[in-house]
């Protein structure tokens, strides 16, 4: 075979390609060709001079060239994990299907878009950290406790539920879908200035009936620009100041440098045990004993007391282990104390348990990664879906302007309770799937 009469395709050259050709130039330019007597080099060893190359790598080339024997090479086996590109109509299936929930408003969660595709004969992996094996026993767990707060056929909560979350909601906020690529390109989370959101929903049986009523709790939402800063004797004033007065004192004095990302840099476990003190005392007030339900934030698990870490001194970590009465070998070196801390350590109750047990509330995490849980997501979506269809929004206050009145005209009782049920329909089809792992 005349090796010397193949030719490429038409493929656009790699840089190690590149490269090759440069080496291949420069030498037969006079810049190395001169320097061995080319008689004493073996062949293999001047290509590889030329091209720049290992020579065991020219001999691997020209053997599995002479071995096949079609002008061809042995293909690269995929290193990684391989790259699949999904059907086309499964592509089209899933768009079709999020536009059109869009459009009426309809609440997508896994478990729908599951029982969706095996319709049309597809199977939709859940997400890996969502069905780790120790999130799907929390997962059990927390189904269980709140299972047991419902009575009757219609699943009437004996103990009014209560359902509170964080949210953010940027200026140029939109409702485009970003896993749909734009012209190649998909879009990436808004970054920008954004408005904080704290609030909180509440269930409750109507009366004597069976009949389920629900509301936003009173005075509970509380909208502000993470920037805001509290009035001061000299400088110049904050524009629009007066109409940020009601933001808390605790957020306007938290002293914390703004995040314009992640909503969640924006807050604090002062800020949020502030918020939480006062909604725990109008649910006492206006409810009674409650169940509240919240995801597993760092600044909701604040502990009462710190935990020994690596960092912390031997005799203060045993120090610590007398105090909570766990007992151990005096010849035990200071990893195993950590470890002994480490399973203890629920000993040491959260801030806002204890703040709830106050006023006679429970408290329930939520499952990591299992927003489909939470109702109170539903509410996030209706308010700041005003906002995208208003925009755009010439500044902050108009925006949170516009979320006020959309959770005062939009979220009524009929759409708390309908989100509340549906959260409740996904907590049962994950505890029945559950039972069959």
Same mark, same amino acid.
């Given at each position: 075979?005349?090796?010397?009469?193949?030719?490429?395709?038409?493929a656009?050259?790699?840089?190690?390609?590149? !490269?090759?050709?440069?080496? =291949?130039?420069?030498?037969?330019?006079?810049? /190395?060709?001169?320097?061995?007597?080319?008689?004493k080099?073996?062949?293999?060893?001047?290509v590889?001079e030329?091209?720049?190359?290992?020579?065991?790598?020219?001999?691997?080339?020209?053997?599995?060239?002479?071995?096949?024997?079609? /002008?061809?090479?042995?293909?690269?086996?995929?290193l990684g994990?391989?790259? +699949?590109?999904?059907?086309?109509?499964?592509?089209?299936?899933?768009?079709?299907?999020?536009?059109?929930?869009?459009?009426?408003?309809? $609440?997508?969660?896994?478990?729908?878009? $599951? $029982?969706f595709?095996?319709?049309?004969?597809?199977? !939709?992996?859940?997400?890996?950290?969502?069905e780790?094996p120790?999130?799907?026993?929390?997962?059990?767990?927390?189904?269980?406790f709140?299972f047991?707060n *419902?009575?009757?056929?219609?699943?009437?909560?004996?103990? #009014?539920?209560?359902?509170?979350?964080?949210s953010?909601?940027?200026?140029?906020?939109?409702?485009?879908?970003?896993?749909?690529?734009?012209?190649?390109?998909?879009?990436? #989370?808004?970054?920008g200035p954004?408005?904080?959101?704290?609030?909180?929903?509440?269930v409750?049986?109507?009366?004597?009936?069976?009949?389920?009523?629900?509301?936003?709790?009173?005075?509970?939402?509380?909208?502000?620009?993470?920037?805001?800063k509290?009035?001061?004797n000299?400088?110049?004033?904050?524009?629009? %100041?007066?109409?940020w007065?009601d933001?808390?004192?605790?957020?306007?004095?938290?002293?914390?440098?703004?995040?314009?990302i992640?909503y969640?840099g924006?807050?604090?476990?002062?800020?949020?045990?502030?918020?939480?003190?006062? *909604?725990?005392?109008?649910?006492?007030?206006k409810?009674?004993?409650?169940?509240?339900?919240?995801d597993?934030?760092?600044?909701?698990?604040?502990? =009462?007391?710190?935990?020994?870490?690596?960092?912390?001194?031997?005799?203060?970590?045993i120090?610590? *282990?007398?105090?909570h009465?766990? %007992?151990?070998?005096?010849?035990?070196?200071?990893?195993e104390?950590?470890? +002994?801390v480490?399973?203890?350590?629920?000993?040491?109750p959260?801030?806002?348990?204890?703040? %709830?047990? $106050?006023y &006679?509330h429970?408290?329930?995490?939520?499952?990591?990664?299992?927003?489909? !849980?939470?109702?109170? &997501?539903?509410v996030w979506?209706?308010?700041?879906g &005003?906002?995208a269809?208003?925009g755009p929004?010439?500044?902050l *206050?108009?925006?949170?302007?516009?979320?006020l009145?959309?959770?005062?005209?939009?979220?009524?009782s009929?759409?708390?309770v309908?989100?509340?049920?549906?959260?409740?329909?996904? %907590?049962?089809?994950y505890?029945?799937?559950?039972?069959?792992?």
């Open positions: 075979m005349d090796i010397s009469s193949t030719k490429r395709s038409g656009p050259l790699t840089d190690n390609e590149k !490269l090759m050709v440069i080496n =291949v130039y420069n030498y037969f330019s006079g810049a /190395n060709s001169k320097k061995e007597d080319h008689q080099v073996t062949l293999r060893k001047h590889a030329v091209l720049g190359i290992g020579e065991c790598t020219v001999a691997r080339v020209v053997s599995d060239w002479k071995s096949r024997g079609d /002008n061809t090479f042995t293909p690269h086996k995929t994990r391989p790259k +699949l590109q999904p059907d086309e109509n499964l592509s089209e299936i899933l768009r079709t299907k999020i536009l059109n929930a869009n459009k009426t408003a309809e $609440q997508l969660s896994t478990h729908t878009l $599951q $029982q595709l095996a319709e049309k004969g597809y199977d !939709l992996s859940r997400n890996l950290l969502h780790s120790n999130n799907v026993a929390f997962r059990s767990r927390y189904l269980r709140r047991a *419902l009575e009757g056929q219609n699943d009437v909560p004996s103990r #009014p539920e209560v359902f509170l979350d964080e953010y909601c940027h200026l140029h906020h939109n409702t485009r879908n970003t896993w749909v690529p734009h012209h190649g390109v998909v879009l990436a #989370p808004g970054h954004l408005v904080v959101i704290f609030g909180a929903i509440i409750f049986r109507n009366g004597s009936s069976n009949k389920l009523d629900g509301e936003l709790v009173p005075n509970s939402v509380h909208i502000w620009d993470p920037t805001i509290p009035p001061s000299r400088g110049r004033r904050r524009n629009n %100041a007066e109409e007065n933001i808390p004192d605790v957020v306007k004095e938290a002293n914390i440098v703004p995040n314009q992640d969640h924006n807050f604090t476990a002062e800020i949020f045990e502030n918020l939480f003190s006062t *909604l725990c005392k109008t649910l006492q007030e409810y009674g004993s409650v169940c509240i339900h919240m597993g934030a760092s600044y909701h698990k604040r502990r =009462v007391e710190s935990i020994p870490t690596s960092s912390t001194k031997k005799q203060e970590i120090d610590w *282990l007398h105090a009465n766990i %007992a151990f070998s005096d010849e035990l070196r200071k990893p104390l950590l470890e +002994l480490r399973m203890n350590k629920e000993k040491v959260f801030a806002c348990v204890k703040i %709830a047990e $106050q &006679e429970e408290i329930n995490f939520t499952p990591p990664y299992h927003c489909e !849980l939470q109702p109170i &997501e539903g979506s209706v308010v700041k &005003e906002v269809r208003s929004h010439p500044n *206050l108009s925006v949170r302007n516009t979320l009145n959309a959770f005062k005209e939009k979220i009524s009929k759409v708390i309908g989100l509340w049920r549906r959260a409740l329909k996904n %907590a049962k089809e505890f029945e799937s559950d039972e069959n792992i």
